[in-house]
């Protein structure tokens, strides 16, 4: 027993990496460790194990043949009914096994790499960027492009994408598991929103993938299972993607975390990322497709890459239905970076061969690398000890661009005179951590594989470029599709791309815009990868990948040409939606584009149009490139709605087409009506909220606001509000009335302005708050929830909010989760996953603190951050009640307790009233109400018919009297006078 427990022991401590002179472990392993890390024999093994055991790494200068592989007895689970007939679930509860990742989250599998090499180029600037770049389309559009599965309330979203001869299917990350979606090729829906494991029957956590296999004509969707070490394939029975599959899943030793497919003739080959190993499977392909239940898979592990934790690699996919030439092993790649160990002489492409054979598992081999020196590049990205580099907007949170990884997927093609491969990954395109795309079209004319081309993808300005897809079409054309952000650009989606007559070394299809994100996303997180493929019919590209909307992400789906071809005509929307009200003209413009020398006569026509509605082409037919419109007319028997239409251009035996909308709108009929403040509010907020109805047909609202009701006095308009509701951002007088209107306004009108409400604003005045119930202490047995409660007995509106001397004793301060909730039930996450496994918390939040990824280890500095959530949320929530500080412990075995915490709120007080009145036997100013601020600016006397109201203090000129009788009533300053 006493052996096998040092065995164990020496297991677990193998499992340690050498971080900057220390050993660090897992955190699971860590605590396990706990115990016997005080022996001196078993710290002198923690110092001793992990350099005995990298001193066995194999060189990777040299060449490797890997033999004996593991075999591993695959499970047919089941074949499905067809899906267009309805699925009934094997699961009763879909378990959750992702959950949204909101603010700055490390990846706990994907430990932080060195730069161990501090002479690799490049030094600054990456000499393989592209010099020149063609202008942005602003106006060209897609083929088609849609939006894809909708927020999942997970992060990332993991979007990807397959495309067969007459379907899509979209898969994504999912709260249970992975979603999938199947489309046909005009964007329509033929089977709605699934979770893949109600079709599987096992519980799944997502990290899904989806290929056309098209040599067999077949589909492959995939993911991970939850709570087991497992990974589920299925295989569809026909090409009919709404049809039956095969159910299969594999055992792996240890959970196998981003898996990625590719189809090879005599495999289906998967990449891992097991507890930083790197292994590589090849499954049974024509096993899984006939829907055999004897299928195995063969393992091998790769030998480690120097001082990254990150072990993962990437396989070769076939497309196309021309095989490799015969005999053709299956190919895994990985890109090495010099920078991250003296042992890697130069930046390089790695390819391994994983030749397989099923029947004698013996004479399966894992041999390689075969290295590819690059042009110099730097895969450092804010160093390596952060997941966020890519700016966005209005956030401090910045995005995690994954750096140590060639991109899914690897796309092959053979095209007869030469084989080709196109991979990608992320790179530091300036020095400064500008993140641009390297791209690489990898050749082999029947001597071996050569880098045929290669450059960084990075136009001139301070966007980052990452999560790339890029794909090869069966004319040599490369797409390159990928996500976008900086400090001025919400994370959107674009693509560029080249056919095979342009110069090498260049993307020269102008940057086009697929989806312009509206928001920058709560979660560091962004995705770990997207998915490009290129359409097997046509040649077209499909894309699909998240943006930007909301505080969190929505995807998109596009279907996008590069030129097929060197000559011909291409065909582009320049205004793809146009809304017009009904019985109005609609103008459309299109671009013509022709291509190298070609000079033929083009005809224009269109398709799809409403019974009745008219096209008229200007010009037609063409023979030159330029921009053309189309006049629809006869639009007045069209009810409101959407019209989808398509124009087409024919020019010999080519035919291009572009799909436009048209948006039909009629006049509102209603004015708005103010809900909220209500009329003749007193002791509002400076910050006020204003709310009213919504109506249906209206595009955007103006609110209107003023010191007077005739919106003369300090008149402020707030116009192109797409909501019905508004906070201001500049803060209003105190102790001052209001007035506020709203109108509706769309295509074909605009409203009247709404009923006018008045309101008064207050002033507000700030308290420290102390808990009263603490200390309160926090088990250290299973996973505790603690509340302490801290009780405001009066007060208005919250103008101002933050936490105050959150002071904490505990081991391992990431276990913690610190949420505050309001008095009215608004709960804000303002504190999770703070630094690793330091102990005790001293910290105040408020919005406007430092950034909250600065936080220091240990975070007892008791400097004021920004919460993990802003707490702008609670303004002009009622500040009286009682309000808890929520402490979640998210694993067992430490604990600590809750020492103290405060509360500073500033809150909205009442109004102040002051009657004045002044005596005087001169001749009376007109008698009337004066309200608000307006001053009196005479030198003669006031009637005592004369009502005067004031917003602030008081000026009068000289000589200024009132007859007995006339009152004012003032609101000045602060009330003491």
């Known amino acids: 027993m006493v052996v096998k427990r040092c065995a164990y022991l020496l297991d677990l401590l193998s499992s340690g990496e050498l971080l900057d002179g220390k050993i660090s472990y897992p955190k699971s392993l860590t605590k396990l460790l706990h115990p016997f890390m005080k022996h001196p024999i078993i710290i002198a093994l923690a110092i001793l194990l992990p350099s005995i055991i990298w001193g066995q790494q194999l060189p990777l200068s040299d060449r490797h043949v890997l033999k004996d592989p593991e075999v591993i007895q695959g499970i047919l689970l089941k074949t499905t009914p067809p899906l267009i007939g309805g699925i009934k679930s094997d699961i009763d509860t879909l378990e959750i096994s992702k959950k949204e990742k909101r603010g700055y989250h490390p990846k706990g599998d994907w430990p932080l790499n060195s730069k161990n090499d501090p002479t690799a180029l490049p030094v600054l600037d990456d000499l393989s960027r592209q010099a020149n770049y063609p202008p942005l389309n602003v106006h060209k559009s897609m083929n088609l492009d849609f939006n894809g599965i909708g927020n999942t309330n997970v992060n990332p979203a993991d979007p990807c994408i397959a495309a067969g001869p007459n379907h899509v299917i979209q898969m994504i990350n999912g709260g249970s598991g992975a979603y999938f979606k199947i489309f046909n090729k005009s964007g329509i829906i033929v089977q709605n929103t699934m979770y893949f494991d109600v079709l599987t029957g096992i519980s799944g956590a997502g990290d899904p993938i989806v290929l056309y296999d098209e040599l067999a ?90 001082t990254i934790d990150f072990q993962a690699a990437t396989p070769v996919s076939l497309s196309g239905t021309t095989a490799p030439p015969a005999g053709t092993p299956g190919m895994i790649m990985r890109m090495a970076d010099d920078a991250w160990s003296t042992n890697i002489p130069s930046d390089r492409l790695e390819i391994w061969d994983f030749d397989v054979d099923f029947d004698n598992p013996a004479n399966t081999t894992l041999s390689g690398p075969t290295n590819l020196t690059t042009a110099p590049f730097d895969s450092e990205l804010c160093g390596y000890t952060s997941y966020s580099c890519i700016d966005q907007p209005n956030s401090i949170l910045d995005l995690d661009p994954v750096r140590e990884v060639l991109m899914n997927k690897i796309t092959y093609r053979n095209f007869g005179t030469h084989q080709a491969l196109v991979c990608n990954h992320v790179t530091d395109a300036d020095g400064n951590d500008q993140a641009g795309i390297r791209w690489y079209e990898l050749r082999n004319e029947g001597t071996g594989w050569n880098i045929y081309q290669q450059s960084t993808y990075a136009p001139l300005d301070d966007a980052g470029r990452w999560m790339a897809g890029i794909s090869l079409n069966p004319d040599g054309s490369i797409g390159l599709a990928y996500n976008i952000s900086s400090s001025t650009i919400f994370p959107g989606i674009r693509y560029t791309g080249r056919t095979e007559c342009d110069p090498i070394n260049q993307m020269t299809w102008p940057e086009t815009i697929i989806k312009t994100g509206n928001s920058f996303s709560g979660s560091n997180r962004w995705g770990d990868y997207t998915c490009l493929d290129a359409d097997p019919i046509d040649g077209s590209f499909w894309y699909t990948a998240a943006y930007g909307i909301g505080g969190s992400w929505n995807t998109h789906i596009a279907n996008f040409e590069i030129p097929d071809n060197c000559t011909g005509i291409m ?73 989808v239409f398509n124009v087409i251009a024919v020019s010999g035996l080519d035919v291009e087409e572009v799909q436009m909308t048209l948006h039909v709108e009629e006049p509102i009929m209603t004015v708005p009506t103010l809900v909220y403040p209500e009329d003749q509010s007193h002791s509002m907020t400076y910050m006020t909220y204003f709310e009213w109805d919504h109506i249906t047909n209206a595009d955007t609202y103006l609110l209107e606001l003023a010191m007077d009701p005739v919106f003369d006095l300090n008149y402020q308009f707030f116009p192109g509000l797409a909501t019905n509701n508004y906070t201001v951002v500049t803060p209003l007088n105190v102790y001052t009335t209001y007035y506020w209107r709203v109108s509706a306004t769309n295509n074909c009108n605009t409203t009247n302005h709404s009923a006018v409400y008045s309101f008064t604003t207050g002033n507000d005045t700030c308290a420290d708050n ?50 505050l909730i309001s008095p009215s039930g608004t709960e804000i996450i303002i504190a999770e996953d703070i630094c690793y496994n330091e102990d005790n918390l001293l910290i105040t939040f408020e919005d406007g603190g430092l950034p ?126």
């Open 770 to 819: 102390v808990s009263s119930d603490t200390p309160i202490v926090i088990s250290s047995s299973g996973a505790p929830t603690i509340e302490s409660s801290l009780f405001i007995p009066a007060g208005g509106p919250v103008t101002e909010i933050s936490i105050d001397n959150i002071d904490i004793t505990h081991t391992w301060i990431s276990d913690l989760v610190l949420t």
């Open 217 to 306: 004509d077949r589909w492959l969707m995939s993911e991970f299972a939850f709570g087991q070490d497992l990974l589920i394939v299925a295989i569809s029975a026909s090409n009919d993607p709404t049809g039956s599959y095969h159910i299969y899943s594999f055992a792996t030793p240890h959970f196998p975390d981003y898996p990625k497919y590719a189809i090879w003739p005599d495999a289906y080959y998967i990449t891992t990322n097991e507890d930083g190993d790197s292994p590589v499977y090849a499954l049974d392909r024509n096993k899984m497709l006939a829907g055999d239940p004897n299928v195995t898979t063969q393992r091998f592990t790769m030998p480690e890459l120097p």
């Open 571 to 643: 065909l582009y929307s320049v205004t793809q939606d146009v809304t017009i009200c009904q019985a109005e003209n609609a103008v459309f413009d299109f671009e013509l584009q022709y291509m190298g020398t070609y000079g033929g006569q083009t005809q224009f026509a269109t398709t799809g149009l409403p019974a009745g509605v008219t096209a008229t082409f200007p010009t037609n037919p063409a023979n030159a490139s330029g921009i053309y419109p189309v006049i629809l007319s006869n639009t007045g028997m069209l009810n409101t709605g959407s019209y």
């Open 852 to 977: 909250y990824v600065d936080i220091p280890c240990p975070p007892v500095d008791g400097l004021t951050y920004a919460p993990l959530n802003p707490v702008s949320g609670l303004i002009n929530e009622n500040a009286a009640g009682t309000w808890k500080l929520r402490i979640h412990d998210k694993y067992n075995m430490d604990g600590g307790t809750l020492n103290s915490w405060g509360l500073s709120i500033c809150m909205m007080s009442g109004d102040c009233e002051m009657n004045i009145t002044l005596n005087s036997n001169n001749p009376p100013i007109v008698p009337a109400m004066y309200q608000a601020v307006q001053q009196i600016h005479s030198s003669g006397t006031v009637d005592s018919n004369v009502d005067f109201r004031a917003g602030q203090a008081i000026n009068l000129n000289p000589g200024f009297e009132t007859n007995l009788g006339a009152t004012f009533e003032a609101q000045i300053e602060d009330c003491s006078n």
